[in-house]
């Protein structure tokens, strides 16, 4: 029996705008643009579907949380998004995660998935698991579209929580020293969380710094296309949405040298991609940012991350496992049937 298209894709989304919630619209649009059925639905509602939980006509794409359900589960995919944090996440539910991904990897219908080499390296070094794939991270079709040239870029600019990780506080003095050195530059950080207040007061008394709290997609690219330098400062990001995003609207791109974002532009290394000391050590980090500053950004084609792409990449996973449990299925057939 050859293989065939799911009737039907159920994915689990996240909490928070952007990440993981991001992931599962773009996922979900793709598959639809490819003629498939799909629904984004919270990880919670997935044992009230227990029939469609169970059914092979129907694959399931998962979120970390939404693997508890995976022991009940056929034709499962689990997604891991990220790297384990401690610090951030705590023990308990790093160990929640753990407890995740071994149920994944144990099933037999179900495979695990990682949307970055960097994570896939972490999950065998940290837990000892093995993912069956990589497949990245889709952009919103939004950003796929042509993008201008006749906007001035003058901001810096960083998109994303305003969480302690992320080293915002880290940037923004370094943001304001080459910014002091370029009088046309502005600031924008879009965004809120924890550490939005503290932010705000560290530059509260110049100007040049804006404050665009959540935004919607529209306005995200509006300011993206005015961007000379996205920077971020998470050292263990595990993709990055928004790096490929910003390098479609041509930012030149400042991150540290480390995390999956890397993974996204190898050969835009030392040109539209520049690589942040991992330390943050202040004087580097300014050196770095004259020198993005400095940078002719153009938009990068990032048609590989678009929503169809990404979502074909994922019906080939499930194509390529239901094949090799096929072929495991003759095998063991074959040798039960010439056992003495």
């Known amino acids: 029996m050859s293989w065939t298209p799911p009737d039907k894709v159920i994915i689990t989304g996240g909490r928070y705008v952007g990440g993981v919630g991001s992931f599962a619209e773009g996922l979900c649009s793709g598959l639809r643009e490819l003629g498939v059925s799909a629904e984004v639905i919270a990880p919670s509602q997935l044992l009230s579907r227990i029939g469609e939980l169970r059914s092979r006509r ?3 794409i998962l979120s970390t949380f939404g693997m508890l359900s995976v022991p009940f589960a056929r034709r499962a995919i689990g997604i891991v998004h990220g790297v384990p944090l401690v610090p951030w996440r705590g023990w308990s539910k790093t ?29 065998y070094s940290f837990y000892g698991i093995r993912v069956d794939a990589v497949v ?14 006749s906007e001035p870029r003058n901001y810096i600019t960083y998109v994303g929580r305003l969480i302690p990780i992320k080293n915002v506080h880290r940037l923004l003095p370094a943001m304001r020293d080459v910014m002091n050195e370029n009088s046309d530059l502005r ?9 939005e207040e503290y932010l705000r007061k560290m530059v509260e008394n110049d100007a040049r710094f804006e404050f665009r709290g959540d935004a919607d997609d529209v306005t995200v690219r509006s300011y993206l296309r005015r961007t000379r330098v996205f920077v971020s400062g998470h050292p263990t990001e595990g993709f990055g949405i928004t790096y490929a995003e910003a390098l479609s609207q041509g930012c030149v791109l400042a991150m540290p040298a480390s995390g999956g974002g890397i993974e ?7 040109n539209m991609v520049q690589l942040l000391p991992i330390s943050l050590d202040h004087g580097q980090v300014v050196d770095v940012l004259r ?20 979502a074909a990449g994922y019906l080939d996973v499930d194509r390529r496992f239901y094949e090799r449990q096929s072929y495991s299925a003759k095998v063991t057939a074959g040798i039960e049937r010439f056992q003495p």
């Open 291 to 310: 020198r993005a500053v400095k940078t002719t950004g153009c938009p990068v084609s990032m048609e590989d991350y678009s929503p169809r792409t990404i």
């Open 264 to 270: 996204i532009a190898l050969s835009q290394v030392g």
């Open 187 to 195: 600031a924008c950080i879009i965004g809120n969380g924890p550490e």
């Open 95 to 123: 160990v929640t995660d753990f407890i995740c991904y071994k149920l994944t990897s144990y099933n037999p219908s179900a495979r695990l998935v990682s949307v970055s080499d960097y994570i896939a390296a972490h999950m």
């Open 136 to 149: 990245r991270n889709s952009i919103k079709p939004l950003f796929l579209e042509p993008c201008p040239d």
């Open 58 to 60: 129907v694959l399931k």
